[in-house]
């Protein structure tokens, strides 16, 4: 970087004050939002970039896996199933909705695997 400051970097952040420096643009050159230090477009010319975007697996269904009432979907909570009656419900959660309202909760009968959903 053309520009000497307290903080020592190697991305594309100001050596001045630290702040994140916007994207190189056509111009040539790059100006800090913060402190108008100015770097050139060669200062950025060794930096690479490299993004890992890591995904969860998907599990499939399928009748051995539905029927095994021994492993239940998720952790297992005291609610009465109003099929069977049953005491026991795994559930998981998602939030389905906007993200200032509250999440959905489904809820599978570890006995006859009736599934039902609540927002909450």
Same mark, same amino acid.
């Given at each position: 970087?053309?520009?000497?400051?307290?903080?020592?970097? *190697?991305?594309?952040?100001? %050596?001045?004050?630290?702040?994140?420096?916007? &994207?190189?643009? +056509?111009?040539?050159? %790059?100006?800090?939002?913060?402190?108008?230090?100015? $770097? +050139?477009? /060669?200062?950025?010319?060794?930096?690479?970039? !490299?993004?890992?975007?890591?995904?969860?697996? =998907? !599990?499939? &269904?399928?009748?051995?896996?539905?029927?095994? &009432? +021994?492993?239940p979907d998720?952790? =297992?909570?005291? #609610?009465?199933?109003?099929?069977?009656?049953? /005491? #026991?419900?795994?559930?998981?959660?998602?939030?389905? #909705?906007?993200? /200032?309202?509250?999440?959905?909760?489904? $809820?599978?009968? =570890?006995s006859c695997?009736?599934?039902? *959903?609540?927002? !909450?």
């Open positions: 970087m053309s520009t000497s400051g307290p903080f020592s970097s *190697t991305t594309a952040f100001c %050596v001045k004050c630290g702040s994140i420096l916007p &994207l190189l643009q +056509d111009f040539g050159s %790059v100006k800090c939002y913060a402190c108008a230090a100015i $770097y +050139d477009a /060669d200062s950025f010319s060794n930096i690479k970039f !490299s993004y890992t975007i890591p995904f969860n697996t =998907v !599990s499939t &269904l399928n009748n051995d896996n539905i029927l095994n &009432l +021994d492993n998720g952790p =297992v909570v005291e #609610r009465k199933c109003p099929k069977c009656g049953s /005491d #026991r419900m795994s559930y998981a959660t998602l939030q389905l #909705r906007s993200a /200032d309202e509250g999440q959905t909760v489904f $809820y599978t009968c =570890v695997k009736f599934k039902e *959903t609540e927002n !909450s």
